[in-house]
C-alpha cells in the first residue's frame, strides 16, 4: 500500500509538468486513499467458515468499493470528461501497483506445510 501511494504522489509533479488540471490528480488520489480506508475497514471484519456474516459483508463491501468509484467517476464525466479521465489515471494508477505488488507478496512468499 506504500508503494502505490508512493506511485500516486509522484503522479502529481507529471501533472504539473503536464500543465494538466491539478484537480483531477486531487480527485484520482482522494478517491484511491478512501477507497484504500474502507478496504481496511472491511480488513478488520472476522472471516472465514464461523462468521459467514463478516465474510458476505467482507465480499459485498470489496465489489461495493469498486462500483462506488466508477459511480463517482462517472457522475464527474458527465460534467466534465478530462477531469473525470485524469482523476481515473490516477486511481487505476495506484490500483494497479497495489495489485501487482499484492500478487508478487503472494507469490512470492513461502508455502505453507
Given amino acids: ?45 472476522p472471516i472465514g467458515a464461523g462468521n459467514l456474516a463478516g465474510s458476505g459483508v467482507q465480499g459485498i ?8 468509484v466508477m459511480v463517482v467517476v462517472i457522475a464527474v464525466a458527465v460534467s466534465d470528461a478530462r477531469l473525470a479521465l485524469a482523476a481515473a489515471g490516477v486511481y487505476a494508477l495506484g490500483y494497479t501497483i497495489e495489485l501487482t505488488l499484492s500478487i508478487l507478496t503472494y507469490f512470492g512468499g513461502e508455502a505453507a506445510s
Avoid: D, Y
Fill in 1 to 45: 500500500m506504500i508503494a502505490a501511494g508512493a506511485a500516486v504522489a509522484l503522479a502529481l509533479p507529471v501533472f504539473l509538468a503536464a500543465g494538466w488540471r491539478v484537480t483531477g490528480w486531487v480527485l484520482g488520489a482522494v478517491l484511491w486513499l478512501a477507497a484504500q480506508a474502507f478496504g481496511l475497514l472491511l480488513a478488520r471484519l
Fill in 61 to 68: 463491501g470489496m465489489m461495493f468499493r469498486a462500483a462506488a
